[in-house]
């Protein structure tokens, strides 16, 4: 109950330290919404409730947030819950499908390359991990974006869908979200996948000299059987760790990720509300991202029971 007051009060306060305020983000004089009325700007102020004490403010969205509502957004003037509904599936598409190829990636090349410790493979899938791992999330989108979307033509530049194709059949529509997701998912994928190489094949390597695969290889087990159902699962249990952590960091790594592809979603969505200081916005977009990190370390967890029963034990 501490941690979740912590969490709502954080939620809070973090947009308010941001310099300047929503008001201050209309008057602006590069802003398009330039506001420069001050009785106008009073009434703005007086219209968001942002002229009142920060304590009133904050009992205020306490309030809210019990009655489950997340307010209005300064920018759109549309409640803030529909604009969450509307981005979050996106953000988590992008994020599951991002985390599986990073997984199918680290794991599969982990566990080849520690099996076969030292040898060309071996070599040659560290020296690629390492280099991939030097390099920033933004940086290989950017890259990504110029060489596949602008020189090649192979996906497309922005956004979750082709506009005005909302008439399409299913398979069609289906088809089209896959190839906007693509390239997204793919970097953020290659943010991750070292790091999971790097845990299984350590996990792997351990594993090698292991009582277990000397008496399965005595009884005359295959080795493709030694590699993955016996050694792989218990390489298992510390990449299974690194992911719940990596849950954490691909929700922030989404919102890089959605800003270089343009690709609307949540993190897109609080890019956005910064540029305005759209504190309710914010708000609703650090809320909901807190739970999504929260519940994919739940799920971490459970998953981590299952591969391990003595940690139920």
């Not at 549309?78 to 599951?96: D, E, F, Q």
């Not at 280099?131 to 950017?142: D, E, H, I, R, W």
């Not at 999971?196 to 295959?222: F, H, I, N, T």
């Not at 897109?268 to 309710?280: G, H, I, S």
Request: a positive charge; aromatic letters at 10%; one cysteine or more.
């Amino acid at each position: 109950m501490v941690t979740v007051f912590a969490l709502v009060t954080l939620n809070f306060l973090l947009p308010r330290a941001m310099p300047g305020d929503p008001v201050s983000a209309l008057v602006d004089a590069g802003g398009p919404a330039r506001v420069q009325d001050d009785a106008l700007r009073a009434e703005l102020a007086e219209y968001y409730g942002l002229d009142r004490p920060l304590a009133v403010q904050y009992g205020q969205y306490l309030g809210d947030l019990v009655r489950g509502e997340l307010g209005t957004s300064i920018r759109y003037n549309v409640p803030v819950a529909s604009l969450v509904l509307a981005r979050l599936p996106w953000t988590l598409l992008l994020i599951s499908a991002g985390m599986a190829i990073a997984v199918l990636i680290g794991w599969i090349g982990g566990v080849h390359s520690g099996w076969r410790r030292g040898r060309g493979v071996d070599r040659g899938l560290l020296v690629f991990f390492l280099t991939l791992k030097a390099f920033p999330v933004f940086f290989v989108g950017s890259l990504a974006l110029v060489v596949f979307a602008v020189k090649l033509g192979w996906f497309p530049l922005a956004g979750t869908r082709t506009p005005f194709a909302e008439d399409e059949a299913l398979l069609s529509t289906i088809a089209d979200v896959l190839h906007h997701l693509a390239l997204p998912a793919l970097v953020l994928a290659l943010d991750f996948a070292a790091s999971q190489y790097l845990v299984m094949r350590a996990g792997m390597v351990s594993e090698l000299g292991a009582d277990y695969l000397v008496l399965g290889r005595a009884k005359g087990l295959r080795e493709r059987q030694l590699k993955f159902r016996y050694a792989a699962r218990n390489a298992l249990l510390p990449a299974v760790t690194l992911l719940a952590l990596h849950m954490g960091f691909a929700v922030t790594h989404s919102i890089l990720v959605e800003t270089v592809f343009a690709y609307q979603g949540l993190g897109r969505l609080l890019f956005e509300a910064v540029a305005f200081r759209d504190y309710p916005t914010l708000q609703a977009c650090f809320l909901v991202l807190t739970l999504v990190v929260v519940s994919a370390n739940f799920l971490a967890d459970a998953l981590y029971r299952r591969l391990d029963p003595r940690v139920a034990a």
